[in-house]
């Protein structure tokens, strides 16, 4: 059993910043940040394979940053500058063999989500 855990989620003002953190169980090929606010679809928003390539929706492109650290089991996501229409829970994936990194069925494994909240 493959477990992902989030935090660092919370409340933020606008231009603030906030970084999470995603702790997997077992190695991932890749690994992506979504979120999804109320009436909105759920949406991929940073991600990162194994070999370094990083893939950001462009909302989002030039105030957040994916990483992870030497073990590739803890996946970061530093927001700044946020906005509100950050607002939304955020979800960490994993998948094993990869993909189009922003389709949800390529993940294998899903957190269970940190709500961020901008305003």
């Known amino acids: 059993h493959v477990q992902l855990v989030e935090s660092g989620g919370g409340s933020a003002l606008s231009g603030g910043s906030l970084r999470l953190s995603c702790i997997a169980s077992?190695?991932?090929?890749?690994m992506t940040w979504f979120r999804q606010a109320p009436g909105n679809e759920r949406e991929g928003v940073a991600n990162i394979h194994n070999d370094g390539r990083t893939y950001y929706v462009d909302s989002v492109k030039g105030r957040f940053t994916i990483s992870q650290d030497n073990a590739k089991d803890t996946l970061y996501l530093q927001m700044n500058d946020l906005k509100p229409d950050d607002t939304a829970m955020y979800y960490c994936?994993?998948?094993?063999?990869?993909?189009?990194?922003?389709?949800?069925?390529?993940?294998?494994?899903w957190g269970q989500g940190t709500q961020v909240t901008v305003s």
């Open positions: 994936a994993g998948s094993l063999k990869g993909g189009v990194w922003h389709r949800m069925g390529i993940y294998n494994y």
């Open positions: 077992e190695y991932m090929y890749c």
